[in-house]
C-alpha cells in the first residue's frame, strides 16, 4: 500500500505551504524578529534572577523582579499571538481545504494497515468513512492527522519559526514554567 | 550585574545542523544553555522515532508491546543519556520530567506515521 507515502508527502507539501504563508506574513516582518528576541532575552533574564542565589531580605526584592518580568512576558507573548492570528486563520483554511482534496482522492478507501488494533477513540479518526469492523484498516484522516502532528512542528522548528519554550497557550507561561 | 549582562548576552546555538557541530566538538568544559541542549535531544528524539519507525515497519513488529517498546526507549534514552552520559546537571535542563516532555507528542506521532505508512508499505 503505497497511499500512506502519499498523504505523508501530502502534508509536507501543505505544511510547507503554510510556512510559506506565514514567513510572507509574519516572520519575515520587523516587528515579529523584534517581539521573537524580547521573548528570548526575557525569558533568559527569568532565569537568571529565578536561579540567583539570595538571602532572605532579598526574597522579597527577587518576588518583585520575578513578577515585573512575568508581566512583561506574557505582554509580549500575548501581543505575539495576536500577531500570528493572521497566519493561523490562513493556514487554518489551508489544512482544512487540503484535508477535503486528499478525502475526496481517497474517499472510503483503506491506505494503510494499522500495526495495532487501536483503542475505540482512535477508531474515530482512523476507521473514518472506511466500512466493516476490520479497526486495523486505516484513512487518510488518522494518517494526515499525524502528518500534520509531526511534520509541522518539525518543520517550523527546522526553519526556525517555532514560538520560544516558555510560551503555552494562548501566549500565557507554560505550566512547567509557572512551577518552577 | 556585569555577570547577568553577560549571560544575556550569550548567543545560542540554533539548528540541527549548528548543534550537531557543537555536540561533535564537546568537551567536559562545553557549557550548554538549556534551549541548547533540549533542542539537541529534540533532534535526537526526531531522529530516533524516524529510525524506530521504519525499523519497526519494515521487521513487522506489531500490537501493544512493539507500542510500549518505543515507547520505554523514548523515555530511557533522554534520561540515560542526560543523567549519565553527559556532564550536564539536569535540574538545570528543566529537571528530569522536563527533558522527557520536551518534544515527546512530536516524537511520538512521528514514530506512528513511520511505522504505519513503512509497514504497510512493505508488508501490504
Redesign the interface.
Known sequence: MYGGIFVLLFSLFTASLSEGISYVLIYRTENYKQKKSQIEKLNQRMRIVKEAACTMEQQVVKKKKIAVIEQELQQANQSMMMMKTKSHLFSGILVFLMNSLVNSIWEGAVIAKLPFVPIKFVRGFSHRNILGEDWTECGTTFIYLLSSMSLRVTLQKLLGFAPPRGQGLMGMPSMQDQQR | MEK?QK??D?K?V???AALWRKFQSRSENTNWE??EY??LL?WGK?LW?VIAGLL??IL?????F??VGFILTALALPIVYTRILSSVDPEEM?GI??VI??GF???F??F??F???S???V??
Open positions: 547577568q549571560a544575556e550569550v545560542l540554533t539548528g540541527p538549556k534551549d533540549l533542542d529534540y526526531q522515532a519497526w515497519g513487522a513488529l506489531k500490537g501493544i512493539a507500542l528543566g520530567a522536563g516532555q520536551d507528542v512530536t516524537q506521532a512521528m506512528l506515521v511505522w504505519i505508512v509497514y504497510s508499505f508488508h501490504f
